[in-house]
């Protein structure tokens, strides 16, 4: 059994070596084609100086002039000569990168099979590693019953996380349907319009304000359970998140008992429009808090996924 996982380490050893070798290989061709295009451009700008050269008359028939013009000339090819041979050699410097990472490529198509066999034969050797009455032994089992812990509290996040993304929805369903300004200074009575309003304008709003009313109860009923499941992560979830279900239902009922008979209500309206931002608010940031707990119990459970499985090759060294 020890060899069997030896043998699986090894194979995933090499693999995981040739994967850095692939990445080192890819950033270094990826530097060595941008030199590449460099050198490009000045083999084109001797080239191109040595035609320029070429073709220019020279002044008078001094051998001076003649002589300095060869001389120029020559040194002009030489440059272009010597940039034509580093170009090339730079292309080959480039192939020679690029067969390495074909042939590792190729070897790399087996990683997933050999990941596969090492993940197998790591769990077997575990299992008969915890069985053992040793110091070893009691580490991993004793690890186990962190990550047995953490993932037990990974759920109660989870579940906490999605009632309060549906209790959100709720609050943001009722939060659209206030959120414009109601212009009646007092509440509908049995369908009569105001003077001066557009009927359609005016029970367009009602309608709205209605709505609202119609999604109260099941966003206090939302906003209660989401508490209850913040209960299983926090001790006192109701102060953590420092908003009372009762008191938003008794807040919210006080409100669509009594603005139909009440002549003035449009502060009544703003008030409810402000406690559901607040709560919003509130939700929102709670949500963030409970993303950010996720993540840390996730990385506690690889921490420790880890330490077992450098215990575990610690005992083949």
């Given at each position: 059994?020890?060899?069997?996982?030896?043998?699986?380490?090894?194979?995933?050893?090499?693999?995981?070596?040739?994967q850095r070798r692939?990445?080192?290989?890819?950033?270094?061709i990826y530097r060595?084609?941008?030199?590449?295009?460099?050198?490009?451009?000045?083999?084109?700008?001797?080239?191109?100086?040595?035609?320029?050269?070429?073709?220019?008359?020279?002044?008078?028939?001094?051998?001076?002039?003649?002589?300095?013009?060869?001389?120029?000339?020559?040194?002009?090819?030489?440059?272009?000569?010597?940039?034509?041979?580093?170009?090339?050699?730079?292309?080959?410097?480039?192939?020679?990168?690029?067969?390495?990472?074909?042939?590792?490529?190729?070897?790399?198509?087996?990683?997933?099979?050999?990941?596969?066999?090492?993940?197998?034969?790591?769990?077997?050797?575990?299992?008969?590693?915890?069985?053992?009455?040793?110091?070893?032994?009691?580490?991993?089992?004793?690890?186990?019953?962190?990550?047995?812990?953490?993932?037990?509290?990974?759920?109660?996040?989870?579940?906490?996380?999605?009632?309060?993304?549906?209790?959100?929805?709720?609050?943001?369903?009722?939060?659209?349907?206030?959120?414009?300004?109601?212009?009646?200074?007092?509440?509908?009575?049995?369908?009569?319009?105001?003077?001066?309003?557009?009927?359609?304008?005016?029970?367009?709003?009602?309608?709205?304000?209605?709505?609202?009313?119609?999604?109260?109860?099941?966003?206090?009923?939302?906003?209660?359970?989401?508490?209850?499941?913040?209960?299983?992560?926090?001790?006192?979830?109701?102060?953590?998140?420092?908003?009372?279900?009762?008191?938003?239902?008794?807040?919210?009922?006080?409100?669509?008992?009594?603005?139909?008979?009440?002549?003035?209500?449009?502060?009544?309206?703003?008030?409810?429009?402000?406690?559901?931002?607040?709560?919003?608010?509130?939700?929102?940031?709670?949500?963030?808090?409970?993303?950010?707990?996720?993540?840390?119990?996730?990385?506690?459970?690889?921490?420790?996924?880890?330490?077992?499985?450098?215990?575990?090759?610690?005992?083949?060294?």
């Amino acid at each position: 059994m020890q060899d069997s996982f030896k043998q699986a380490l090894e194979a995933k050893n090499s693999m995981d070596q040739a994967q850095r070798r692939l990445k080192f290989l890819n950033e270094e061709i990826y530097r060595s084609n941008q030199g590449l295009e460099m050198l490009a451009n000045t083999v084109d700008k001797e080239y191109l100086d040595v035609q320029e050269l070429e073709e220019k008359k020279v002044v008078g028939f001094l051998k001076k002039h003649k002589r300095e013009k060869e001389e120029k000339l020559e040194k002009e090819k030489q440059e272009y000569l010597d940039a034509v041979l580093r170009y090339n050699q730079a292309v080959k410097e480039i192939e020679l990168l690029e067969f390495e990472r074909n042939v590792l490529l190729d070897k790399l198509l087996k990683r997933p099979e050999i990941e596969k066999k090492y993940k197998k034969e790591l769990k077997v050797y575990e299992a008969s590693l915890k069985e053992e009455d040793s110091k070893l032994g009691e580490a991993l089992r004793k690890i186990d019953q962190q990550i047995v812990n953490i993932h037990l509290k990974k759920k109660e996040i989870l579940e906490a996380h999605t009632a309060g993304k549906k209790c959100l929805e709720t609050f943001w369903l009722i939060e659209q349907h206030l959120n414009s300004k109601f212009r009646p200074e007092y509440a509908p009575d049995h369908g009569f319009v105001p003077p001066g309003w557009n009927p359609i304008e005016y029970f367009s709003q009602i309608g709205r304000l209605e709505k609202a009313r119609s999604k109260l109860p099941e966003a206090s009923k939302r906003l209660k359970w989401f508490i209850e499941q913040l209960g299983d992560v926090y001790s006192d979830p109701e102060t953590f998140l420092g908003i009372k279900s009762h008191e938003f239902k008794r807040f919210s009922d006080y409100f669509f008992e009594s603005y139909i008979a009440d002549w003035r209500f449009r502060d009544r309206i703003n008030q409810l429009h402000q406690e559901i931002t607040r709560i919003i608010r509130i939700l929102e940031s709670t949500m963030e808090v409970l993303r950010r707990e996720l993540e840390k119990e996730e990385k506690k459970s690889e921490a420790l996924e880890e330490e077992k499985t450098t215990l575990i090759r610690m005992k083949l060294e």
